[in-house]
């Protein structure tokens, strides 16, 4: 992960000492920041006088929803009850509530480890697609496999000749 500082500002003042403390270690997005990466707000400095608010953010590439988080914040969709286990073993990997249920091939992250979804099933529906009246959960079975990412930065070597040769690389 990159931490990427972004400042807001409001001249006439407004922000309150605890503006966006509530959204630290929530996925955000900022106007700017490419949303092709994942953004996650770690920390927030807010000025006394309230005209401005420093936010830290690390960003990284998007490596799917963290299936330990349990946690929604939009508000009014309906959750999907998700089990992971692992593709070969059918070890329990995890149990958790998210916004959507998951598709094959989307990319999740368990326990900071990158994986991906191969098989999708819902045990307990019936052939239309409904959960009998019958004490059972709509639970979304998943098989999902660990997967190796090639690292987010990767170095290009020191170009020959300083700064000459940083010239001559750019012609």
Request: glycine share 10%.
């Amino acid at each position: 992960m990159i931490e990427v500082t972004v400042t807001l500002r409001a001249p006439h003042g407004g922000i309150q000492p605890d503006s966006f403390q509530e959204w630290i270690g929530h996925e955000v997005e900022i106007t700017g920041l490419d949303r092709a990466y994942r953004h996650v707000l770690k920390a927030v400095e807010n000025s006394e006088d309230g005209t401005w608010s420093r936010l830290t953010v690390a960003t990284g590439r998007d490596e799917g929803p963290e299936l330990v988080a349990n946690l929604s914040v939009i508000m009014g969709t309906p959750k999907a009850k998700v089990r992971a286990v692992h593709h070969e073993t059918g070890d329990e990997l995890v149990t958790t509530t998210l916004d959507a249920p998951l598709q094959p091939g989307q990319p999740v992250t368990i326990g900071g480890e990158s994986h991906i979804v191969v098989d999708v099933a819902h045990p307990n529906r019936d052939e239309t697609g409904s959960v009998p009246d019958q004490g059972l959960d709509d639970v979304q079975h998943v098989k999902v496999a660990p997967v190796d990412l090639p690292p987010e930065v990767l170095s290009l070597g020191a170009i020959p000749g300083g700064l000459d040769g940083i010239a001559a690389f750019l012609k």
